[in-house]
């Protein structure tokens, strides 16, 4: 059987599965990270209260979220994916509408964490769970396409917000995104199951697969489930987490200062600025679709080392002085966001399987969150020896670099027993 296979055919159920992770990962960039771009001003002016101390308590929020969605893999274990999902996708409901109505800075810093905890629970850790699944051989190409609803919400979501707090106001604005989460929650309740299998499909749309998956998972009977003590044992556990997490922190990096670096570098007004990252995210929606080809026809680890080798070269030429060049980075970061969200997944359900996928994706995830979180105690450092942009540029290039190099020491051996190391 060909592992390397870009196949597109999924089948109509996992077409569905497909579609339903887009607008689960659309809700999780849009509403916990993008969002909070406009949710944060927007709720301060709404309240009256102090934009900095709402801003000071996103960071936090989010680390605290990190650890809590670490333990979904657990839920999952106990409950079952699809059950799990589905209260996941009705407590985030609830938890964005008490957040869009926060009375006080106390319930707004509670219910920012909950909100940011159960969406990146029933987008990453859920979401992806049932696309290894379904998808066990073909999650390159699959993580693909998932994640342009990532880069969707990067392209859309500042207007949608923008619209609705205009024509009402931004705890209107989160109430309407709440009631839609609990709607797309009832329907994968109806439309989507945990596994091919229930569906009455195979893994992959292919009999093959699902002969020699069912195969290494029955040999794998016996064998206790990896728990997260042997999950935060394992080396490889950490080196993705660290490794995609470099990745994470230069996007983080580059992307928060890139409106700022086109006005007083580049001389853009706002307006052009702003522009500029909107094209790049929609540069990423092809972006996302062509990484999940390269996953699927060379590997996950060895896209992952061509990955950063391209965001160290994009980050160049973005810096350069000449103007077409400038315009080659653009286009060549636009290309890179596209693929960040898709490679920690894609590993993970290689090189962990379909059994022990939400266990060892929820601590790659954790670790990939913190390092990437760091971005701005590293901005911090940077801009506080150095002025302007180039230096803190170079590093983030570095450090994209160095994501790919520590991959390419790494010997990874697939859950159903194929090699990228060949």
């Known amino acids: 059987m060909e592992q390397n296979k870009v196949s597109y055919n999924f089948g109509k159920k996992g077409w569905t599965v497909i579609s339903f992770e887009v607008i689960l990962l659309f809700f999780m960039t849009g509403l916990t990270v993008d969002g909070l771009n406009i949710i944060v001003p927007a709720m301060a002016a709404f309240r009256g209260w102090d934009v900095n101390v709402l801003l000071s308590i996103s960071t936090p929020a989010g680390i605290i979220a990190l650890f809590l969605v670490m333990f979904w893999g657990k839920l999952i274990e106990k409950f079952g994916l699809k059950q799990v999902t589905v209260i996941t996708m009705f407590l985030a409901a609830v938890a964005t509408i008490l957040y869009g109505n926060s009375m006080s800075v106390s319930m707004y810093a509670v219910t920012l964490v909950a909100m940011v905890t159960l969406i990146n629970a029933f987008s990453v850790i859920c979401g992806f769970a049932i696309c290894t699944n379904w998808f066990p051989t073909k999650k390159g190409i699959v993580m693909g396409f998932t994640t342009i609803g990532m880069n969707l919400a990067s392209a859309c979501i500042s207007i949608i917000l923008n619209a609705l707090s205009n024509k009402y106001n931004i705890a209107v604005a989160l109430t309407i995104m709440g ?76 992307m928060s200062q890139l409106v700022g ?162």
């Open 179 to 254: 009631i839609v989460i609990a709607a797309v929650g009832v329907l994968l309740a109806f439309f989507v199951k945990a596994t091919p299998e229930e569906a009455g499909c195979y893994p992959d749309n292919d009999p093959e697969v699902a002969k020699l998956i069912h195969k290494e998972e029955n040999a794998m009977e016996s064998e206790e489930k990896l728990s997260y003590i042997e999950a935060l044992k394992n080396p490889m556990v950490w080196i993705f987490g660290v490794a995609y997490g470099f990745f994470g922190l230069a996007t983080v990096g580059i």
């Open 261 to 422: 670096y086109f006005q007083e570098v580049r001389g853009f007004a706002l307006s052009g600025a702003l522009l500029v990252i909107t094209v790049a995210a929609i540069i990423g929606m092809v972006g996302s679709v062509l990484w999940g080809i390269v996953d699927q026809k060379v590997g996950t680890k060895l896209a992952s080392i061509l990955f950063g080798i391209w965001y160290f070269i994009g980050i160049i030429f973005l810096i350069m002085p000449n103007q077409i060049c400038m315009y080659i980075g653009i286009f060549m970061l636009g290309f890179a966001i596209g693929g960040n969200g898709n490679f920690a997944p894609s590993m993970a359900s290689y090189a962990f399987g379909r059994r022990d996928f939400a266990v060892s994706y929820s601590c790659i995830n954790t670790i990939v969150g913190v390092v990437r979180s760091c971005s701005f105690a590293v901005l911090a450092v940077l801009r506080s020896m150095t002025s302007g942009y180039t230096v803190p540029y170079m590093v983030f290039a570095v450090i994209s670099l160095l994501g790919g190099v520590m991959l390419a020491f790494v010997k990874v051996k697939g859950a159903i027993g194929v090699s990228m190391d060949n």
